[in-house]
């Protein structure tokens, strides 16, 4: 699989350069979204992934691997470099180390779950896709990569809705 550039915490920031994030509201607590995110299902109730297993074992800290694929021929291995949990507040960021989709040059993910004030949570997802070819391969693939996003954002929504 052909190696990604690693990606640093601090260009996961809303409004940068192909940096796309949404954010959404639960009712259920920062626990319950936390234990859903490092469950051994992950993300399952996202359709454009067909599966997402651990290849690190418990307990998880940065250091921690992944496989994400997402279909026949097309998977990643991830790498979390930071890992963060509290009772108010939960983190965890990975970039991509290695990636069978072709074009892509860094490609980087962070969860954040936040406690709101008077019950339930605030499930933010950071992603951050930079594809070869500099700006103009990114102004191209800019329209797919929303709606890659719209359709986490959807499936997402719907999940973390339910039963609320």
């Known amino acids: 699989m052909p190696s990604l550039r690693p990606v640093a915490s601090s260009e ?3 409004g940068a350069p192909g940096v796309i994030e949404f954010s959404v509201r639960s009712a259920r607590s920062v626990d319950w979204v936390w234990d859903e995110l490092t469950s051994d299902d992950p993300l399952h109730w996202c359709k454009a992934l067909r599966s997402v297993r ?14 994400v694929v997402l279909g026949p021929g097309v998977s990643a291995d991830e790498i979390f470099y930071s890992w963060e949990e509290s009772e ?9 180390q290695t990636a069978t989709a072709p074009g892509l040059s860094r490609l980087a993910e962070r969860y954040r779950v ?6 339930g949570s605030v499930f933010t997802w950071t992603l951050l896709v930079e594809p ?16 890659a996003a719209a359709s986490l954002r959807r499936d997402t929504e719907k999940f973390f809705s339910r039963g609320s």
């Open 12 to 14: 996961l920031v809303a």
């Open 132 to 147: 070869i070819g500099g700006p103009i391969a990114a102004r191209l693939a800019a329209p797919a990569l929303k709606l």
């Open 88 to 96: 108010q507040r939960c983190e965890m960021a990975f970039y991509v």
């Open 114 to 119: 936040v406690a709101q004030p008077g019950g």
């Open 54 to 67: 651990w290849t690190s074992p418990r307990p998880f800290a940065a250091g921690t691997t992944r496989r």
